[in-house]
């Protein structure tokens, strides 16, 4: 069962960088086909993709954030970690870190963490 745990910082100030650490476990994140994701929910707000570290350790980004953000891996700690750099309170939300799962026919988020709320002082 592949289970994932975000950890990091609850409360961050403005114009400093939200750190966060997903800790995978049973599943490595170089298997094959899977991309690792990092996703947020802004109350009142739908839910948002950041982007994603793959297999390979290729990343993609949203557009709205790809000048802040920064996806990378652990492979040796099987964890992935996101930096979003000059944060504002829009940031505020739950951040989660999920697995999505490609194959021959679909693509879906089949492992998400339980999230983890990160709030940014004005």
């Known amino acids: 069962q592949v289970q994932l745990q975000e950890s990091g910082p609850g409360l961050v100030n403005s114009s400093q960088t939200i750190s966060l650490t997903c800790t995978v476990s049973?599943?490595?994140?170089?298997?094959?086909?899977?991309?690792w994701t990092w996703i947020r929910h802004a109350s009142g707000k739908g839910p948002e993709w950041i982007g994603w570290?793959?297999?390979?350790?290729?990343?993609l980004y949203s557009p709205s954030l790809k000048s802040r953000a920064s996806i990378s891996r652990d492979t040796s700690k099987n964890q992935l970690a996101l930096q979003l750099s000059s944060v504002t309170p829009e940031d505020t939300a739950v951040y989660y870190c999920?697995?999505?799962?490609?194959?021959?026919?679909?693509?879906?988020?089949?492992?998400w963490g339980q999230g983890t709320q990160v709030t940014v002082s004005s």
């Open positions: 049973g599943g490595s994140i170089t298997a094959n086909f899977y991309y």
């Open positions: 999920a697995r999505g799962a490609r194959n021959i026919y679909s693509y879906a988020y089949d492992f």
């Open positions: 570290i793959g297999y390979t350790g290729s990343t």
